[in-house]
């Protein structure tokens, strides 16, 4: 089935670093990715939507200047979280699908998450 | 705008059945998905229904009604390892044909 990965795993960094998050689909073309984030105890809240070869789409109350969201490719999508603090600590999680639902497409699969720690 | 409602905690017993509640409201609907997270794992996929009726896989059903903004996922022959957090989200008919998750429920199974 497909497959998306997400690297890293895990990042603890100071306050003030910037952090990149990369999300891939192994098996399949995504010209549609999206960012979620997850604080504790709580559900995925979609970020942005990354749309290959051009802007991201964020929703409401997310900083785009703060979140850049750059879709290089048609399996690439990379989250860059800029002069990161510690209320930005969270678990950070990208999902992709290969078609539209509606459209003989499957249902979103999802990286394994970044857990992201700022001291 | 939309919301997305579930409950918060839920408890049962191993062997029995539950049944978590998702009720929504959305400018545009295009189904409807219950995905299982376990803590700090990504979701996966367990159902997705776009037509009003039951859908069944296994020990896992879920059930949709459009005209009431309302669905359910049902979980028969409780296991320990089916603890953990249901979401409910909806996809939207439009644009990028977002998922929008609703704010969960954690099942804690017992003995």
């Known amino acids: 089935g497909a497959v998306v990965s997400q690297h890293p795993s895990r990042v603890i960094c100071k306050s003030g670093t910037s952090v990149k998050i990369e999300c891939r689909s192994l098996?399949?073309?995504?010209?549609?990715m999206f960012w979620y984030r997850q604080f504790p105890k709580q559900s995925l809240m979609l970020m942005a939507t990354?749309?290959?070869?051009?802007?991201?789409?964020?929703e409401q109350g997310v900083e785009k200047d703060k979140f850049l969201i750059n879709h290089a490719s048609l399996t690439l999508s990379t989250l860059t979280v800029t002069s990161a603090h510690p209320e930005d600590s969270s678990f950070y999680i990208c999902?992709?699908?290969?078609?539209?639902?509606?459209?003989?497409?499957?249902?979103?699969?999802f990286g394994d998450g970044t857990r992201l720690s700022i001291l | 705008g939309q919301n997305i409602d579930q409950p918060t905690e839920m408890t049962a017993t191993e062997g029995a059945i539950v049944q978590i509640n998702c009720t929504y409201q959305?400018?545009?609907?295009?189904?409807l998905f219950w995905y299982q997270q376990h803590a700090g794992e990504a979701p996966t996929f367990l159902s997705y229904?776009?037509?009003?009726g039951l859908e069944e896989k296994g020990r896992f059903s879920s059930f949709l009604s459009r005209s009431k903004g309302y669905s359910y996922l049902l979980l028969k022959e409780l296991q320990m390892k089916d603890s953990a957090s249901y979401l409910c989200?909806?996809?939207?008919?439009?644009?990028?044909?977002?998922?929008?998750f609703g704010t969960g429920t954690r099942l804690l199974v017992s003995p």
């Open positions: 999902s992709a699908r290969e078609k539209a639902v509606g459209q003989g497409g499957q249902p979103q699969h």
């Open positions: 098996d399949f073309q995504a010209t549609t």
């Open positions: 990354s749309n290959e070869g051009s802007k991201a789409t964020y």
């Open positions: 959305t400018s545009g609907f295009n189904g």
């Open positions: 229904n776009v037509l009003d």
């Open positions: 989200a909806v996809i939207r008919a439009t644009g990028f044909q977002k998922l929008v």
